[in-house]
């Protein structure tokens, strides 16, 4: 069993930066694919980015559309981490954050992640 827990949440003006961190239980972060999710009131949990598992010629990232040049994944595997960077946020960017980990590549359907977070509200205030 794999444990996720975000932090890094928070309460932030539009402009802004956060980064939050995903903490896994046990090696999960070059093992498996970690991702990004969120989700809004009233609205469906989106992928937000992620970072395929470590192999011999690297990792792949993919981002949506919403976060591409804004935001940045990243882990450190000796820390069993995984970081989201977010700058220049938004009042839509406002959600809560969930880390997930599965053992597929990157992909946008949150069904294909086998293990979750509990997440971590965001807020971008205008």
């Known amino acids: 069993q794999v444990q996720l827990d975000e932090s890094g949440g928070g309460l932030v003006q539009a402009g802004g930066s956060l980064r939050l961190s995903c903490a896994a239980s046990r090696r999960t972060t070059s093992s498996y694919t970690m991702a990004w999710f969120r989700q809004a009131p009233g609205k469906e949990r989106e992928f937000v980015a992620g970072i395929s598992r470590l192999t011999s010629i690297g990792s792949d990232t993919r981002y949506a559309e919403s976060a591409r040049g804004r935001f940045t994944v990243s882990r450190d595997n000796a820390k069993n981490t995984v970081y989201l960077q977010m700058n220049s946020l938004k009042p839509e960017d406002t959600a809560v954050y969930y880390c997930?980990?599965?053992?597929?590549?990157?992909?946008?359907?949150?069904?294909?992640?086998?293990?979750w977070g509990q997440g971590t509200q965001v807020t971008v205030s205008s």
């Open positions: 997930a980990a599965g053992s597929r590549g990157v992909e946008n359907d949150r069904d294909r992640y086998d293990y």
